[in-house]
């Protein structure tokens, strides 16, 4: 069973269809880019994905269920998780806090009401495990808006694995990156386990041939191609839609 | 059957009445993002102003014309020199500014209070105005169907200006993108300024062509902009369509819920709030995804 | 030392070492007060008590609304109508049941918790601007029925609510300073449980919902559940306020309810934001104390209220939005 299936997608906004008509299927364990110029729908195929927004027709289907519309929450918790293209962090709040509160998503603990939250040491215990994952043990008692760019791209992804997810979705997860950060954020997400289904929107080519094994590229809210990372370098029709001379 | 005539053109006149409200609120709104809690103070600005000028020139009519001037003027001034500038600040979340409009609704009722009194007031009808009219077989004051007249020849006026003029089309595009507007040139805080002072007028003018129907009092402005308020809710904030099917929705309801479930009636246009937040939360015709 | 300081820190999740010693500071800060709210009444005259009353009510009805505004980032324009509603319910099932205060208190407050989990339900489905709007017409809904139910005299409003029995303790709560006590008591109550629900998971969550809704979704939480359920605790806090504050006036009247109540409420809350559990009753304290002032020097209340509103909102550090976004975690 593939971790990721979506069948015939379509997203019509009035007469502009987004999506139109997408067939997207991902084995597990994969590595999967999804490339494409901008307007050709990558960002809505995740916020349809993850069920921010509701399809106008067709299927999505997760480890063979389909994806409960409206209900992003309940997307996370059937095993896919994400990181967004622009950071969405809890900014006051410290690294550590973040995590923590991310880990505690999925333990009993959180319907509870007058016991404190540092009272419940397997989810700090999880949260620094991420945290060490992704090499923000450093920073653990920072404030979110104290941190450099970098460092918040990692953590917008540490927070994402805190779902221990068996899909991870990742938009743009380099995106501002330094040369040096993006190199870092590469090691991290390669050091990642192998079983894990990785989805990844990107537009930094150098990111998607380091990690990805198949590329997916979108045109006008379809696929035009699918393949290995050679064969999409050496397609005629990807090149002329997108990748350009300097990758040919 | 003629009470049920009697109250249809009721509930229309005051639709209308607070469609002036609402499109007035509506339209700062959409531009501008402001929701200004103290609406109803220019309302009873416009009103007092409307008095002061027909008790002073006995013209009813001057009183319509000068009456919406003055929150004009002072709704422009505040936009230019208070809320502007904090915008500029950095204190622009919505929020903030409807919590600093919050305080003025306050301060523009102590104000308000402290110059009027509590007396009423009132501005009489103009001789042409008076009278009845034989209207859908009821004997209707004509005066009210002034007022009807006069609502929906705003709203056409509004939607003709802001669909079909230049004006209108800098207005929309200041809605989609401010920055954009400002470097095509435009000197967008004179916009906001005037928009505001509009949106303050239309107001005004809806409490001077109120004011021989109700009476002029400093509380006026309070229980007709909470019905307002749930006016451009359900209308869906920022839509000036959206004001004006919501003002009738509500004015009809509210009148319609006087007249044959007195008990009720307070609680008619809540009940249609609810419903509304229960099944379309965006309003009528407001957008899903509105962000605070 | 600082060995010591950091695994203390990490059993305090999100607590930097430095806070630690701020928190232990704190502790003190807080004892203190404590030792001189028991003390007062020995220190001072009635006045000086009445104050201390007329504060600590405040600070209940600020820290009900500060779990709402401050926690969870829902501005709403209309708690007031809770706090209304908790004096209502006294005089009705006293005054119009007969029953016993300590059968009417849990039931009033047990009817507020279910009127506010579905006045709560409504409104969430709402956000920033309009959901200030819907529970500034909620209130005024309730503010209306007050003002026209014969029922309750309308806006002459009930007298005679009736403080507690004591009588089995040899005190009688018309005494200032035995009332006194007894709010202290309830407030000091209501302080240790909203102090506990923050710090709980249940809190970090409203925290989160505060910063990014939607990421506080995409990691899993159904959060429109703890919207509602911090509205309808803060509306229980609320009505407790409202509890207190008709049994000290013996009376209630719609004028509680109003949309000016509600903006005092969010007045005290913004003053007092960035104390996180303290500063509601440190928002309550410059308010009560800024009111008394006011109304010795002038008549016109509302007009200097709302100047006094504008510049704090218009100035206050960072704005409102940030002076609510101060309560990190450093804080709790």
Redesign the interface.
Known sequence: MSALEIRKLTKAYGGLEVIAGLDLTVPEGQRRAVIGPNGAGKTTLFNLITGWLPPTSGQILLHGVPVRKGRPDLVTRSGLSRSFQKNMLLENVTVLENLRIACQAFHPSRHSILRPAASFPEVVGKARRVSEQMHLDKCLHREVKELSYGQKRQLEVAIALCAEPKILLMDEPAAGTSPGERVNLIRLINELPANLTIVLVEHDMDVVFAICDVITVLSYGKVLATGPKEAIQADAEVIEAYLGRQHA | MQMFFLQLLNGLQLSMLIFLLAAGLTLIFGLMDILNLAHGAFFTMGAYAGWFVSKSTGSFWAALLIGPLVPFLIGALLQAAVLQPLVRRGRSTHLDLALLTFGLLFATAGTVEYFFGSSFYSIPVPAILSGHVAVLGVDYPLYRLFVIGAGLAVALVLSLVIDRTPIGAILRAGVDNREMVTALGININLVFAVVFGVGAALAGFAGVIAAPIMSVYSQMGIAIVVTTFVVVVVGGLGNLKGSFYGALFVGMTDTMAQAYLPDAELFAIYVLLVAMMIFRPQGLFGSTGRTA | MTERLTMD?????????RSITVLRRRSYVAVICAIALLLLPFLSGDYVLTLAIEVMIAGVFASGLNVLIGYTGL?S?GHAMFYGLGGYGIGIGTAIFGWPLWVTVPATLACIALISTVVGA??T??????????T???S??FF??AV?LRLTNGTDGMAGIPRPDLSSLGVSADDPVVFYYYVACVAALAFV?LA??V???????L??IR??E??????????GAYKIGAFGISGVVCSLAGVLQAQYIYFINPDSMS??SS?EG?LMV?IGGTGAILGPFVGAAVFVLVKQGLSLVTG???????????L???FFRG???GTF??????WR
């Open positions: 820190a990490t059993n305090l999740a999100g607590r930097t070492p501005a324009a409504i409104c489905r709402t956000r920033g601007v309009e959901f200030l709007l819907i500034l017409a909620f005024q809904m209306g029925a026209k449980v506990l629900i710090r709980s998971p249940f809190g970090s969550v925290i989160a910063e990014s939607r990421r506080a979704q995409a990691m899993g939480y159904a959060v949309w000016q903006g969010i913004i016109e209340y509302n007009l200097f209220f709302g100047i006094f509103f504008m704090v909102v218009a704005g409102v939005a976004r101060t309560l990190t975690g450093r």
